[in-house]
């Protein structure tokens, strides 16, 4: 992934908070650091494919959730009624 400086992990700092964790508190359900939460949410080092899988599963994210907590610019890209799959390619939503 793109090192981003621009607080690129919003979503997920707020996915955070809503399941009821700290950075403390995430850290020690998925064995790593706070420090290790931090320098991922921050943009300062890139999250690797194990750690998006053993984050999403603690944080309760869906599959088709992905894109939205770890890939925000795809995301963002796809105004209104769209999915992502795969590797955050658009789709169009079912009817």
Known sequence: MEKNKNKPYMALKGKIVEEGHTYKSLAAAIGRTPKFISNRVSGKVDFSMDDLGVIASALNIEPLEMCKYFF???????????????????QAAPA
């Open 72 to 90: 925000p610019t795809a995301y963002k890209a796809g105004k209104g009624n769209v999915v992502y799959e795969g590797s955050c390619r658009q």
